[in-house]
């Protein structure tokens, strides 16, 4: 008979975090050292030093995978150098192709800095399963895709994918962000790798960077291990702590991160000065059915237009209980304007070739009570 595995909630509360041995503290401590004592040559307690492992970040990372279902997890300082280890695994001459719709900052990377090193990326519309196998060479060694994708909110299929490449011998990683393992299990699906920026979701109260790799096989915790070892963009101790506490209550904040979102999308389908709404958990999404099928919730990111830059001025000049701020994820509700913040640097053909006008909207639903939040977002409308 096999052992009954724990729920979301409680894995999330308990896995990589046993009662501390010496003193019985319910809480991991932050173990603020940078080296550890070794009682003689070659023999140590399972640490040496804090750039290759360190007793807060080996909770964290038991518990990242854990909740992921993956064979290991590996945090690092942001997202971004979660996403830049990802790209160590390839070589020059190694090709990638990747959502062309994704985060503004994983496009500057790959096409102003890894391009340098000899790396090809092809960004297709993975939305289409089609276009990720027609985009294949045989240099391709990975596909990464973003669903729903930053900030149209497109989903992309990712048994569909994951099983094209598999059947071309390459590894597909899900950037899970958006999400977060309560609502979406890229794995469940045939991921090879998932990545988040923890600042987002998984640490929720927008108090701190990081980002984490999980993998499914030896060789992903082979990799990601010696990328932070030998570069040492790792998470703090004090990060990790955070991350710990804050990954204790996901559960709780993204059943309310996704009921506040629900009603705020359905506010702004029916407002007369929104003239689109782009939001997985409505029915008139394009991939409405895809999205009842591959996540377990509809989240709380929300994009939507006012047609001009002057509208989305007005509007996000009159907020106040919403946040005019960079980032999601956090409980507070928090909007911002992609063609000046998140996707400034694609500039202006790769954002009309992506939808992204200047009247669009982006919105991460907090937890407050959501007649607050309706309120905030009437007010600010009639700006418009």
């Not at 977002?377 to 700006?383: D, Y």
Request: glycine fraction near 10%.
């Amino acid at each position: 008979m096999t052992e009954r595995q724990h729920g979301f909630s409680t894995r999330a509360i308990h896995d990589g975090q046993s009662a501390d041995a010496t003193t019985g503290a319910v809480n991991v401590p932050i173990y603020a050292s940078s080296t550890y004592v070794q009682e003689e040559i070659g023999k140590h307690k399972g640490y040496e030093y804090s750039r290759v492992s360190n007793p807060t970040r080996t909770a964290l990372e038991v518990n990242f995978a854990s909740l992921e279902g993956g064979t290991s997890a590996h945090v690092f300082a942001s997202g971004m150098a979660a996403i830049t280890a990802l790209c160590t695994m390839m070589k020059t001459g190694d090709h990638i192709v990747c959502s062309d719709n994704m985060y503004g900052g994983t496009t500057r990377l790959f096409n102003q800095v890894l391009v340098n090193y000899g790396l090809e990326f092809t960004y297709v519309d993975t939305s289409n399963p089609a276009n990720v196998e027609g985009a294949l060479r045989p240099a391709t060694k990975l596909v990464h895709i973003e669903t729903p994708t930053n900030p149209m909110m497109a989903l992309t299929d990712i048994r569909a994918v994951a099983d094209i490449c598999h059947n071309h011998g390459v590894e597909l990683s899900v950037d899970n962000t958006f999400m977060s393992p309560y609502f979406q299990l890229p794995i469940r699906f045939g991921a090879d790798i998932v990545m988040h920026s923890t600042t987002k979701f998984l640490n929720g109260h927008s108090d701190g960077l990081g980002g984490v790799l999980i993998g499914t096989s030896p060789k992903h915790a082979e990799t990601f291990a010696f990328v932070q070892k030998c570069t040492g963009g790792i998470l703090s101790p004090f990060e990790c702590w955070l991350l710990l506490r804050g990954v204790k209550t996901l559960a709780v904040r993204m059943r309310q991160h996704d009921a506040n979102g629900r009603e705020v999308a359905i506010f702004l389908n029916h407002h007369p000065k929104v003239r689109k709404v782009f939001y997985p958990g409505l029915p008139g999404h394009p991939q409405f059915e895809l999205a009842k099928t591959q996540m377990t919730g509809f989240g709380s990111m929300i994009s939507f237009d006012l047609g001009s830059l002057a509208a989305a001025n007005h509007m996000l000049k009159r907020v106040r209980l919403c946040s005019l701020a960079e980032s999601l994820g956090g409980v507070e509700t928090l909007i911002s304007h992609p063609a000046t913040m998140t996707h400034a640097a694609i500039g202006p053909e790769g954002r009309q070739k992506l939808g992204i006008t200047d009247g669009l909207v982006r919105i991460s639903v907090g937890i407050e009570d959501v007649e607050d939040i309706l309120a905030d977002l009437e007010q600010a409308l009639t700006a418009v």
